[in-house]
């Protein structure tokens, strides 16, 4: 009995001891998870009752805006990055080769920046309708009937065109690894063209289309600048309307609790529809695809199908916005642009190393010492990448500032100094943010390098004396160098192109290239927005070409 009592209270205690590997990952957990823990904390305490009003007035129209937008958006984007995809992959057509790639361009077009060259092109001043005034000789608008630009449809649009690329991406990896075998017996069957695509192709990929449009419907309901340029009110928009207009963060957090309710539902979705797709290859070595040669007529369309989303995507955005550039080249001189800059490139590269680092060191502990809690937290931790940025600034933001003037009234009232806001006051907050939204990236990354590395080269390490900090340093992280490296790239440009959350955190007077962008586009001004914007998609082709390498 006395046994059995002690093997019961050393159980108890090896759930209750932590050594300081595994605190430090509870921490950091802790950390990444505070923004979500925050926001439902202040929905359930409102300091009124806002919610009864907000259903009378304007959440009906945020949330018919957001849901519209959203499966518009995801099926839209479904249908071409599927489309894309299978002909790039099955057939060979002109310049096919130059497509397979070139289809990845859109992404480095945030789509704010989209949404303003498209306006600038389609305006009533814009060189469309003055050309068409011109040619048939109209004097004003009331001379012809020309739609609406700043609208929803032309948001879809927007956000479709900028968006495909993660389903194409998706699509394009299922189709090929499943190699020409499956697709030869088809063919042996009796299937057609059409008929492969429909029958075998779509369900071998249907998990990863519907991976795609889940990410793409994700993005989405976190998107600001385009809907906000557009004047659609959606939820995001509604957290700015309710918090900073309204001064009500309660309301704001409800909201914020409604989208990750559309959040979780999107993510179970997601792994829904994968449950009961398993497919295998039976052969070691798969069989390349033999792609068929198209003949003109088939090719002509395999090239319209392929080439359009390319140039509404990214050829044309960048040639509007370089155009306005060309023409203001001082404005390449101008001080805010040049300290816009170096904010960016100082905020997201500190990011880009904290959520690296931070998630080596969460992962690496996990591994390490296998501890019940930490592992059981990991998973959330990927939250914040699904969470939109302006969820995740209500949810620093209100206890980070609780905290600050706390701290700033005791210390004050102790030492008669005011130390002022010493963590909401400067780029802190900005950059904690950056490393919750993104922290899913380096931790993917991170955790795919260790499962890559033997256990027996750390387990050698230790056996010659090293020791577990050693041993990280010296042996595993020398080895996950190119991971590290392509997380750290990735995370960097996804927090210079972050726009919700910097729009709603950065301190005062306090300008990256995505507001400063943002503001100027407001002002009507795309002279000046162009050469900012410019500038964060050619960071962003970076990525791009990242991206290209690794799928070789």
Not at 130 to 140: A, P, V
């Amino acid at each position: 009995m006395s046994d059995h009592f002690s093997q019961v209270s050393a159980r108890g205690a090896s759930l209750i001891r932590f050594d300081r590997w595994s605190l430090l990952a509870i921490a950091i957990a802790a950390v990444v998870l505070l923004p979500i823990v925050s926001v439902g904390v202040i929905a359930l305490s409102p300091d009124d009752p806002i919610w009864a009003h907000l259903w009378a007035t304007t959440l009906p129209r945020y949330l018919t805006n957001t849901f519209v937008l959203m499966l518009s958006v995801g099926i839209a984007t479904g249908l071409i990055g599927a489309a894309t995809a299978w002909c790039v992959t099955m057939f060979r057509f002109p310049f096919s080769r130059v497509l397979e790639w070139a289809l990845l361009l859109p992404l480095a077009v945030p789509a704010y920046v989209s949404a303003y060259a498209l306006v600038d092109f389609l305006e009533y001043a814009g060189p469309l309708q003055t050309g068409l005034r011109s040619l048939f000789g109209w004097e004003n608008a009331q001379d012809y009937n020309f739609p609406e630009i700043r609208s929803r449809g032309a948001a879809i649009l927007v956000l479709t065109f900028s968006l495909f690329p993660y389903v194409y991406l998706l699509a394009r990896a299922a189709f090929r690894e499943r190699g020409g075998r499956v697709f030869e017996s088809a063919q042996t069957l009796g299937a057609n063209g059409w008929r492969r695509f429909w029958s075998v192709g779509l369900p071998l990929a249907r998990p990863a289309i519907f991976a795609g449009m889940a990410i793409v419907m994700m993005e989405t309901i976190n998107d600001f600048g385009t809907v906000d340029y557009f004047a659609v009110q959606t939820l995001t928009t509604g957290i700015f309307s309710i918090w900073l207009e309204g001064g009500n963060a309660a309301g704001a957090a409800q909201i914020s609790m409604m989208m990750l309710a559309v959040i979780v539902c999107l993510v179970f979705w997601e792994k829904h529809s994968r449950r009961n797709n398993r497919f295998f290859e039976t052969a070691r070595q798969p069989r390349p695809i033999a792609k068929k040669h198209l003949r003109r007529g088939a090719a002509i369309g395999a090239l319209t199908i392929c080439g359009l989303p390319v140039v509404f995507g990214f050829v044309f955005p960048v040639a509007v916005l370089g155009q306005h550039a060309v023409s203001n080249l001082e404005t390449l001189q101008d001080p805010q642009l040049i300290r816009a800059f170096v904010n960016s490139i100082t905020v997201s590269g500190m990011a880009a190393v904290a959520t690296v680092v931070l998630a080596v060191l969460m992962v690496y502990g996990v591994r390490l010492k296998g501890r019940r809690l930490p592992q059981f937290l990991l998973p959330f931790t990927t939250i914040g990448y699904a969470t939109p940025g302006a969820v995740l600034a209500l949810g620093l933001l209100v206890p980070l500032a609780t905290f600050d003037n706390f701290f700033a009234d005791s210390f004050l009232a102790l030492t008669g100094f005011d130390t002022g806001l010493l963590i909401t006051g400067g780029i802190g907050v900005l950059v904690l943010a950056y490393v919750v939204r993104f922290f899913a990236i380096g931790q993917g990354a991170v955790d795919a390098a260790l499962g890559r590395i033997s256990p027996s080269l750390p387990a050698a390490s230790r056996s010659l004396g090293q020791s577990a900090t050693g041993t990280l340093r010296k042996v595993i992280a020398p080895l996950m160098t190119p991971t590290i490296g392509a997380a750290l790239l990735l995370i960097f440009v996804d927090a210079i192109k972050e726009l919700p959350a910097t729009l709603l955190l950065r301190p005062f007077n306090f300008e990256t290239l995505a507001t400063r962008v943002h503001q100027q586009a407001s002002l009507e001004n795309l002279g000046d927005a162009a050469p900012g914007a410019l500038m964060i998609t050619l960071v962003s082709l970076l990525a791009i070409l990242l991206l290209a390498k690794n799928q070789k």
